[in-house]
Each structure stands twice: as structure tokens, then as C-alpha cells.
Nanobody, 122 residues
Framework: QVELVESGGGLVQAGGSLRLSCAASGRPNSLAAMGWFRQPPGEERVFIAA????????YYSDSVKGRFTISRDTAKNTMYLQMNNLEPADTAVYYC???????????????WGQGTQVTVSS
């Protein structure tokens, strides 16, 4: 069993930056890949980024490509999402997720965190 806990959310002005963290405990080595989703108010949860265990392979949705960077520190069992040039449309609850591959994380994650709120003001 793996537990994922997000942190780092908050309120930021448009154009600003935030870094989200996702700490894994339990059996983090069982997660071959991890990723981030977000759920804007009144909308469905959508995939935005994923990374493999080595940290070498990454995948982004078009909505965040070039502004967000996903990374992973395996020694700390922690994944990060650096978010730059934030826009009001980025306002959402951000969730981290884990799975057996990048493809699986992007579609049917096996593990979810509880979410952290990010609010971008205009």
C-alpha cells in the first residue's frame, strides 16, 4: 500500500509560480510512475503530467506544456510540479497519482493523494 500526500498549494497572482510536492510513503518503490491531475471548479479531473521512476521520461498535456515541469527525487520519495506563469485558468484542486507506467498513471492510476488547492487570481 502506498500513501500519497500533496503540499504546496495556495493563492498566487497571475504570472506567479508555485511548486507542489507529493510525498510517497508505505511502499513507494512499487510505483513505477507518478503523475499530476487537476480538477477545476465544476469540471472533471484531468491529467496534466507524468514521470517515470528514473525521472528521465516525462509526459505533459498540451495545457501545461512549457509552463509546468514535473520532477522526482527518488531518495526522498517525493515528486514535484513546478508551475510557472500561472493563469486564472490553472485554478483547481491538484492531485498526485501513482501507477505501474506513465500510460497507466495518465489513464487509470492505482493510487491517489487527497489533493491541494491552487488558486490563481487575476
Amino acid at each position: 500500500q502506498v500513501e500519497l500526500v500533496e503540499s504546496g498549494g495556495g493563492l498566487v497572482q497571475a504570472g506567479g509560480s508555485l511548486r507542489l510536492s507529493c510525498a510517497a510513503s508505505g511502499r513507494p518503490n512499487s510505483l513505477a510512475a507518478m503523475g499530476w491531475f487537476r480538477q477545476p471548479p465544476g469540471e472533471e479531473r484531468v491529467f496534466i503530467a507524468a514521470i517515470d521512476w528514473t525521472g528521465i521520461s516525462t509526459y505533459y498535456s498540451d495545457s501545461v506544456k512549457g509552463r509546468f515541469t514535473i520532477s522526482r527525487d527518488t531518495a526522498k520519495n517525493t515528486m514535484y510540479l513546478q508551475m510557472n506563469n500561472l493563469e486564472p485558468a490553472d485554478t483547481a484542486v491538484y492531485y498526485c497519482a501513482g501507477g505501474s507506467s506513465i500510460a497507466r498513471v495518465a489513464t487509470v492510476p492505482s493510487t491517489w493523494g487527497q489533493g491541494t488547492q491552487v488558486t490563481v487570481s487575476s
